[in-house]
């Protein structure tokens, strides 16, 4: 079932959206593109935590989001 095509402003949910991106792009690059996506969060905890073994003070939740506005 395809469903009616994305308007520019059109707001989505993730599911709905990955439901779209099924329609034109193939499953394995979608696969790839997520396994590539999560190696690089892998890669990106994995450089936190060596500052924080490092002896680097990691930012309080309370900090971050006074930092973010929040």
Do not use: N
Not at 11 to 28: M, T
């Amino acid at each position: 079932m395809t469903a009616e095509p994305i308007k520019p402003d059109q707001e989505l949910s993730i599911s709905a959206a990955r439901d779209q991106l099924s329609d034109i792009v193939p499953a394995y690059l979608a696969e790839a593109t997520e396994h590539t996506e999560e190696a690089a969060d892998v890669a990106v905890a994995r450089e936190a935590l060596a500052r924080i073994d490092a002896g680097e003070k990691p930012i309080s939740l309370s900090d971050l989001r006074a930092e973010l506005g929040l």
